[in-house]
């Protein structure tokens, strides 16, 4: 389950942390004998069920395979960008590389046009961190299935912008996880200001498309991730435990845009630029 099982254990003190989730205790719980009881560590959920939660491998297109030519394209892809080592573009990708709830709220105040972060925005917080487990789980079956290797384990030079271990080694490339859940994410923000939206989808598309900066991810991966993110989304739309708190969470983030809360306006201008799309020959 690579990433995901991480994602999983990770999320399992974000989720509860924000108050949005439901959680349960850990199967199989024990104490010592004269030991204090050991509180169980809750186990994260997302909004929707295994019966309501889209299949990827249902709704994306095959993995590409050595020798097609999409698969070329990915790994000509890949090569090129490894110029954008150690440029500001890549210095966001390292900083992309995280999905906790609140660097993603950082990663779209500029596009929504406010400093957004847990203190401010509880509730929001709390529905990016169940969505971002609803994103992840939904592309792990496809991942299961194609078990398409990551790109810089095929190609030189094979620079990444995050350090590499055996764990993402022998994890899967397809479809993204990260652009699954950035897209998703994406999506959340731009219902929830939708003046803002094509800066906020911008921002949701560059977030995926780190991950080709990065080198960790092929961008059919990132395509394929986006469209996961969007089926994702589909279903959270019949879901009253996602729509609910999302009422709640318009009103934070209009309070925020109103408060003068604003982030940087040299950095918003700089992000302006870098998440400009890719340029693929």
Known sequence: AGMYAGLAIGLAVLVACAGGAETAPMAGAATMAGAAPVTPAPQPQGFLTVATRPDAFA????????????????????RDTRKLEGSDRWKLAQSDNSYLPKDLMADFSCSVGASLTPENAPTLAGILARTTFDAGAAAEGAKQVYKRTRPYLHNTPNSICIEKSEGLSKSFDYPS?????????????????????????????????SRVVCGVHNM??????????????????????FVTPMAKARDEVAAARASGANPDAGWCAKEAELIKPLVVE
């Open 59 to 78: 709704t994306v297109a095959p993995a590409p395979k050595e020798g097609e030519a999409r698969n070329d394209l990915d790994w000509k892809i890949f």
């Open 177 to 209: 996880g990260h652009a699954s859940l950035g897209w998703t994410a994406g999506l959340v923000m731009a219902q929830l200001a939708p003046d803002r939206a094509s800066q906020v989808l911008a921002r949701g598309r560059s977030y995926g498309e």
């Open 220 to 241: 059919s991966a990132i395509e394929a991730g986006r469209t996961n993110a969007a089926g994702v989304f589909a279903a959270l739309q019949s879901s009253d435990a």
